[in-house]
């Protein structure tokens, strides 16, 4: 079935630095997605991205499918940028989203 | 504003118990998702339902059964507690199919420890 794998597993950086979160996937996505979920567990979507190059905010995703792959660029990272970052592949336009593990980020001060 | 609501927040259960977990949101949403997410792990899904009264099996249905018998609420039994289980289990609700038009919206969680 799809897999779905994320790098690093874990990321300490110092505020303001930037983050590079990895997100490689097995077979072809409809629809890719960046999900933050905060240190008490709630999930909320940073932005969808099946392809190209999209911007929000501090947020910058480039998809690649060709390659299966996909990043998350963290800009001028502060200490409320601290949680788990999940990507999440659907691979048929259905119902069935596969998530990867996460990247666990810490900002300090 | 819109809401999704999971019940209890905490649910500490013994060995072969089975257990409710229940789900309601306000959005009007169609579809409507169960995942369960172990500890450093991604979500996986357990049932999923696109209507009221609709069931459909997730990767992970084995174990547990699913209710939606409104449209608004969706509901969770661990059909029998395995003992040192903990997980977090994570309602969701999208208004159509799948994550095309819009990413789902997601619950607080139920988390679950089993003595």
């Known amino acids: 079935g799809q897999q779905v794998q994320q790098s690093p597993a874990s990321l300490v950086l110092q505020e303001g630095e930037n983050a590079e979160l990895q997100c490689n996937f097995s077979s072809t996505a409809t629809q890719l997605q960046w999900f933050y979920q905060s240190p008490g567990g709630s999930l909320v979507s940073l932005l969808s991205?099946?392809?190209g190059t999209k911007h929000t905010g501090r947020l910058t995703s480039t998809t690649v499918t060709k390659e299966r792959r996909s990043s998350l660029h963290i800009s001028s990272s502060q200490t409320t940028d601290s949680g788990t970052y999940l990507c999440?592949?659907?691979?048929?336009?259905?119902?069935?989203?596969?998530f990867g593990s996460g990247t666990r980020l810490l900002v300090s001060p | 504003g819109g809401i999704i609501t999971q019940t209890p927040k905490f649910l500490i259960g013994q060995e072969g118990q089975k257990l409710t977990l229940k789900c309601q949101q306000n959005?009007?949403?169609?579809?409507m998702y169960w995942y369960r997410q172990d500890s450093g792990k991604g979500l996986r899904l357990i049932y999923y339902s696109i209507t009221e009264n609709d069931l459909q099996k997730g990767d992970l249905s084995e174990g547990y059964d699913a209710s939606r018998e409104k449209k608004s609420s969706f509901s969770l039994t661990v059909t029998s507690a395995q003992k040192n289980e903990m997980a977090v289990f994570l309602c969701?609700?999208?208004?159509?199919?799948?994550?095309?038009?819009?990413?789902?919206?997601f619950g607080e969680g139920t988390r679950l420890s089993v003595l």
């Open positions: 969701a609700s999208s208004p159509d199919r799948g994550y095309n038009n819009q990413a789902p919206l």
């Open positions: 959005f009007n949403h169609d579809t």
């Open positions: 991205n099946p392809s």
């Open positions: 999440a592949i659907d691979p048929t336009g259905g119902y069935k989203v596969v």
